[in-house]
């Protein structure tokens, strides 16, 4: 059995997760450890622990730049990982601005299932983002991972993990996280990205590409 279920853009992840596996429904627990919105979800296909966005969701309802709202269906969406028409490089955004295009509400599929199922599987969720992720200040991932490899790893591996320029880091605990250590500036984290390309673009040969989106910075 399945259900459609509607959320407005600001709906947290973590409160569609527990209000979902609570009524007995699942396909959304997997975004219990997402720090994040529904509508920034739709921006950037977000995902963890196997599941994302464009895995449960059917369409979506938008306001557009003249004003009207239209309901779009998911495949307009051209999600990826990471990835829709929204992002920076897409057809309905403007360079170095917010989409022009605002998410409103969303409708996705869930399943029947049981509570404790679902409830079991957000409790090992949170769990292992606490075993893994640093706590504190960050955007969350800063690189998508390439093909086959992981970009932590990759940062990791020529020397960065838990380097620092200024209010800037990336962390100790998970190289892939750019960490606010305390007033840190847009050109202290464009500094550290530059440098992470690089050093892998040298010495690893793998051209790194950011999971944030860059607004309104030219470079460091």
Known sequence: MTSLWRADAGVLFTQLARLSVEAGWLG???????PGSIGGGVISNAGAHGGDMKGSL??????????????????RLQLGYRTSVFKAHGAYARPGMSPAYVVLRVEMLLRRGEREEGERRMREYLAQRQRSQPQGKSAGSTF??????????????????????????????HANFMMNLGGASAADVLYLLELARTRVRQEQGVELQTEIEIVGEEGP
């Open 144 to 173: 998508k991972n390439p093909p086959g490899d992981a970009a932590g790893r990759l940062i990791e591996s020529v020397g960065l993990k838990g380097y620092r320029h200024r209010g800037a880091s990336f962390s100790a605990k």
């Open 28 to 34: 959304a627990e997997w975004g219990n450890s997402i």
């Open 58 to 75: 059917r369409r979506v309802w938008l306001l557009g730049p003249d004003g009207e709202i239209e309901q779009w269906a998911v495949e």
